[in-house]
Structure formats: structure tokens, C-alpha cells
């Protein structure tokens, strides 16, 4: 009978991973498309209005450069920690929570210092926010052997509704005409954009240097030595006496540390005052676990993946006025995406063969 034989893989070389890759982004793309056929609607004139959406105008082109800066942040971050197997899947959460630090030292010190001083120190409250976020699951990780899935994902839903808390409560504007959110950032601790678009220069600088460090950190220090042994095998860590609780508390303090720096880009370089959860991030947290994963967990390849779904989250806006498709076609398409690109990886690393032959004995 036929039947499947999985056997591990030689090396591949560069050319072979990225045919594979190409092919996977072909695939999902085949199976985007059956997705809208089954919508009534035609899949080249989808896909080509996504791109055009985003990459077809130089509005659509600001737009994807603004919403790539959290996915430069994040996917940056995100690649650190899943070098070293660390399955960091709190981003949503701790950009959520940089906001909230970033917008907290902007109503309480805006008036008094100048702005200079303040961007900065609203950055480093931020960078604080999203890096202790990430250092708890860490700690529960290596000292109480808690999954980190599990972990980092409830801990966007307490970072969400805290957020939430705050701002129908205590930290309430007197500004909002009684919506929630907190009162307006002072003139001081707002970003400067390019004219004509929403991209605050400061976290696109921040987010550029940040992901050129980390590749400089993984590639040519002895931290990055040890995340990369860390993540290739654990065996050989533990017997070269790397410290698995130093490390990880360093790997999750960067990662959640950097999506605490897009949290206060957004908030102040955007909306100018702390809202709903879901206004502050449209995702970006989840999205950038894809950014990362597409970037093959290289944080300048990072860069590339970020604007690629950055050019998908402004075409699916489009796409919702010019199809009338609901917002959640850009969450399916992302999701595909990043099944298939699992997929690819997995056969990087395996050959899939159809043998003949007799059924394996039970």
C-alpha cells in the first residue's frame, strides 16, 4: 500500500530554502484566492486590490511604512526570543502595556519637562512596561516549568482589560465628553511625523536601529552565542554552563521591551492619548509573530516581512471599501499565510516521500 516516509533533511542550502519558502507564499496565495472565489469575488482583482491598496499610491505607500514600524519592533523583538525557543506569544500585551508606561510619564511630566528630555524617558517607561510583561512568563518558565504559550497569551487578556480598567475608571479624560480614554498627551510628548503622512519618525529610527543591534547582538556577542545554543540544543547549553535563568530573563526583558517601544510610538505618535486596547494595536502583536516567522527569525530580513504585512493590513482596508468584504479578511489572510509558512519550514527541515509498500507492523 502507499504510504508516507518522513526523513530528516540534509542541510538546504540558501537557494533550496527560499525556492521552498517562494513556493509556500505561492500556495497561500492559491488558497487566499479559493477564499475569495467562494466569496463571489474574482481572486486576481482581490489580490491585485490589496497591492494596489497599499503599494499602488504614495498615501498607500506612507500608510504601510506607518503600520510596519510596530512590526519592525515587534518581529524584531520576536525573533530573539524564537531563536532561543521561546515562544513568545504576549507581544499584543506588552505593547499594550508600553502604552500605558509611555502614556503615564506624558500626563504626568508633559507639562514640566521639555520634550527633549521627555520622548526619551516615555520611551524608556515603555521599554520597562513591555520588558516586565516579558519577564514574568520567563521567571514562571524556567523556575516553575509554566508553558510560555499558555503564559504570554493570558497575559495580552490581563494587559487588555487593565488597560480597559483604567481608562473607563480612574484614568478617564475629563476631555473625552465621557467616552473612555485618558485626556489628550501635552504638545511635549508628541512625535514629529513626515508632513503629509503618520509615520513618527523617532520609533521608525528607534525600530530601523533597534533590528541592526539585534542582528549585530545574535551574530557577534556571546549573549547571541548563548540564545543561539539555547535554541539549537539545550543539552549543550546546560553542559556549557550557560545560565538558562539569566538568559531568558534577558531574551524576554528585549523582546517584550521592544513591543513596549511600539506601544508608545502609537500612542504618541498617533492617537495622542491612551484608549481602547484595540484602537492602541490593530493586531500588530499577532501579526508580527508572522513578520518574524516569514524573516526566518533573521531580525533585518525583518524589516522586509514587516512592510510585506504592513502592505496586506492597508490593502485590507482598502479591500473592505472597494469589495465591502468585512475586516476580518485580513486576520484570514494573515492566518493562511502563516500555516503555509510553517509548512514550508517543516519541509526545510524534512523530505516527505511516497513509498510502496507493506503497512507499518502496530
Not at 135 to 152: D, G, Q, R, Y
Not at 190 to 205: A, M, Q
Not at 228 to 255: K, Q
Request: hydrophobic residues 55%; proline residues 4%.
Amino acid at each position: 500500500m502507499l504510504r508516507f516516509r518522513v526523513t530528516e533533511r540534509p542541510a538546504v542550502t540558501t537557494y533550496g530554502a527560499i525556492f521552498i519558502n517562494m513556493g509556500s507564499i505561492a500556495a497561500a496565495l492559491g488558497a487566499i484566492g479559493l477564499v475569495f472565489l467562494f466569496s463571489g469575488i474574482n481572486p486576481f482583482y482581490a489580490v491585485a486590490q490589496i497591492f494596489l491598496g497599499s503599494f499602488g499610491s504614495i498615501y498607500g505607500i506612507m500608510e504601510t511604512v506607518t503600520k510596519a514600524i510596530p512590526l519592525i519592533l515587534i518581529g524584531g523583538g520576536l525573533t530573539l526570543a524564537f531563536r532561543a525557543r521561546f515562544w513568545n506569544i504576549g507581544a499584543e500585551g506588552q505593547l499594550l502595556m508600553g502604552a500605558l508606561m509611555g502614556t503615564w510619564v506624558g500626563l504626568t511630566w508633559g507639562e514640566t519637562l521639555p520634550a527633549f528630555i521627555l520622548i526619551p524617558v516615555m520611551f524608556a517607561a515603555g521599554f520597562m512596561g513591555g520588558a516586565m510583561c516579558g519577564i514574568i512568563p520567563a521567571i514562571l518558565k524556567v523556575k516553575f516549568s509554566i508553558n510560555e504559550v499558555i503564559s504570554t497569551l493570558m497575559f495580552n487578556y490581563i494587559c487588555a482589560q487593565f488597560v480597559t480598567m483604567l481608562i473607563v475608571g480612574p484614568w478617564k479624560g475629563g476631555s473625552r465628553f465621557g467616552f473612555p480614554g485618558t485626556d489628550n498627551l501635552p504638545d511635549a510628548a508628541l512625535l514629529g511625523l513626515i508632513p503629509g503622512s503618520r509615520i513618527h519618525v523617532f520609533t521608525l529610527i528607534l525600530a530601523l536601529v533597534s533590528v541592526i543591534l539585534l542582528y549585530i547582538i545574535i551574530h557577534r556577542t556571546r549573549f547571541g552565542y548563548d540564545v543561539r545554543v539555547i535554541g539549537e540544543n539545550p543539552d549543550a547549553a546546560r553542559y556549557a554552563g550557560i545560565n538558562f535563568f539569566r538568559t531568558s530573563l534577558a531574551i524576554m526583558a528585549v523582546s517584550g521591551g521592544l513591543a513596549g517601544f511600539a506601544g508608545v510610538g502609537e500612542v504618541a505618535g498617533i492617537h495622542h492619548y491612551l484608549g481602547y486596547p484595540a484602537s492602541v494595536s490593530s493586531g500588530y502583536g499577532f501579526t508580527a509573530i508572522i513578520v518574524a516567522w516569514l524573516a526566518k527569525l533573521n531580525p533585518l530580513l525583518s524589516i522586509v516581512s514587516a512592510i510585506f504585512f504592513a502592505g496586506i493590513m492597508v490593502g485590507g482596508d482598502a479591500i473592505q471599501i472597494t469589495l465591502g468584504l468585512p475586516a476580518a479578511t485580513v486576520q484570514i489572510v494573515n492566518g493562511i499565510l502563516l500555516v503555509f509558512l510553517i509548512t514550508g519550514d517543516y519541509f526545510i527541515k524534512n523530505r516527505v516521500t511516497l513509498v510502496w509498500g507493506k503497512p507499518l507492523q502496530q
